[in-house]
């Protein structure tokens, strides 16, 4: 049993006793290298990592292919790099008073 509902008190032995087969609390820090977070052993992830463990072994099996999306990069007109540009000069605290300052002088939205 892994997930959430594996943390209920006894449920192992419940779902034992209904399905009558041997069941088990997924930990899944049996298939984890060393040095792993102690928040990472609660049966909550063993469905994550489980099912990330069976796609490499899908990937390196040869059963499933790997896509990995092109994305092409769109050069940047150069009005928005000169507002950007003036946009983070001056002090980081400066230009937080600016935005604020804007963002409530700024008038409401029609739609509202």
Partial sequence: MT????????????????????TRIGI???HLAHGYSEQVC?????????????????IESGKTKVIVPVVKEQPVPQKEVEEVEV???????EQIFKKTKEWFEAEPDSEF
Avoid: C, F, Q
């Avoid at 992830?45 to 072994?57: S, V």
């Avoid at 946009?87 to 605290?93: L, P, Q």
């Fill in 42 to 58: 609660s049966p909550i992830y063993a469905t994550a990592i489980g099912l990330l463990l069976k796609g490499i072994d899908d």
């Fill in 3 to 22: 997930g959430g509902g594996a943390l209920m008190n006894h449920i192992d032995k419940l779902a034992a006793y209904h399905t009558g087969m041997a």
């Fill in 87 to 93: 946009a983070t000069s001056g002090r980081w605290y």
């Fill in 28 to 30: 899944p820090v049996e």
